[in-house]
């Protein structure tokens, strides 16, 4: 019986040691599977196709060139959270493969500017990086009391080059509260990269709002 990848576990990559065929890991590997993980293990170039006329001439820069595109795919492409699994010679390679950029720690840093800011110039985006704050960890497991959408019509704007919220997810929070919705192209901080779009759609849905009730 198959078992559901649980959301808040990361996903796993395992690097083999020297010598060995993938299946070396299945009991590992099943295992992991079992308690909701995705396992996944990338060939390393110096261990498969030993038939292949180039194969004497494969190396560890080979093996981490391979992990580090499983790797930037998993992260960059399909947005994971991975955790790495080294074996033996397979630590080599991965201290190898694993480039800055993927670390976690530094992909959260930079998602200030690259993400918040992101359809800003690189410049005004640093800049408004660096004045960010930090905020009490507390607010994330507040549980909230009250629903106040329920009681009022809402518009909701969806900026549709958002990379901090994709447009999807604005797209069910707005379906989910029953708002209006209105679109614009900017990213996360329309207030910066379009502070004129974001004054005439509020002033436009205020005088919409104070027309309804002057009826």
Same mark, same amino acid.
């Given at each position: 019986?198959?078992?559901?990848?649980?959301?808040?576990?990361?996903?796993?990559?395992?690097?083999?040691?020297?010598?060995?065929?993938?299946?070396?890991?299945?009991?590992?590997?099943?295992?992991?599977?079992?308690?909701?993980?995705?396992?996944?293990?990338?060939?390393?170039?110096?261990?498969?196709? =030993? #038939?292949?006329?180039?194969?004497?001439? &494969?190396?560890?820069?080979?093996? @981490?060139?391979?992990?580090? %595109? !499983? *790797?930037?795919?998993?992260?960059?492409?399909?947005?994971?959270?991975?955790?790495?699994?080294?074996?033996?010679?397979?630590?080599?390679?991965?201290?190898?493969?694993? =480039? #800055?950029?993927?670390?976690?720690?530094? &992909?959260?840093?930079?998602?200030? @500017?690259?993400?918040?800011? %992101? !359809? *800003?110039?690189?410049?005004?985006?640093?800049?408004?990086?660096?004045?960010?704050?930090?905020?009490?960890?507390?607010?994330?497991?507040?549980?909230?009391?009250?629903?106040?959408?329920?009681?009022?019509?809402?518009?909701?704007?969806?900026?549709?080059?958002?990379?901090?919220?994709?447009?999807?997810?604005?797209?069910?929070?707005?379906?989910?509260?029953?708002?209006?919705?209105?679109?614009?192209?900017?990213?996360?901080?329309?207030?910066?990269?379009?502070?004129?779009?974001?004054?005439?759609?509020?002033?436009?849905?205020?005088?919409?709002?104070?027309?309804?009730?002057?009826?």
């Amino acid at each position: 019986m198959a078992t559901e990848q649980i959301q808040d576990l990361p996903t796993l990559m395992l690097i083999q040691g020297s010598f060995q065929i993938p299946q070396v890991y299945d009991l590992l590997r099943q295992g992991l599977i079992a308690r909701g993980y995705t396992a996944v293990q990338p060939k390393l170039p110096s261990c498969s196709d =030993t #038939e292949n006329a180039d194969f004497p001439q &494969r190396s560890l820069t080979d093996d @981490a060139a391979a992990i580090h %595109d !499983d *790797l930037s795919r998993l992260v960059n492409d399909e947005g994971k959270t991975v955790l790495v699994v080294m074996h033996s010679y397979g630590g080599l390679v991965g201290i190898e493969a694993i =480039t #800055e950029d993927l670390v976690y720690n530094n &992909r959260q840093a930079k998602g200030g @500017a690259e993400k918040l800011y %992101d !359809d *800003l110039p690189a410049d005004e985006a640093t800049l408004w990086e660096s004045r960010l704050v930090a905020q009490s960890y507390r607010v994330q497991e507040t549980k909230l009391t009250r629903a106040a959408w329920k009681h009022f019509p809402s518009t909701y704007l969806i900026t549709e080059g958002d990379e901090a919220v994709p447009p999807q997810y604005q797209q069910a929070f707005a379906q989910q509260i029953g708002a209006a919705v209105e679109r614009c192209s900017s990213g996360h901080s329309p207030q910066l990269s379009q502070p004129e779009m974001l004054v005439r759609k509020i002033d436009d849905v205020s005088r919409a709002a104070m027309a309804a009730i002057e009826r």
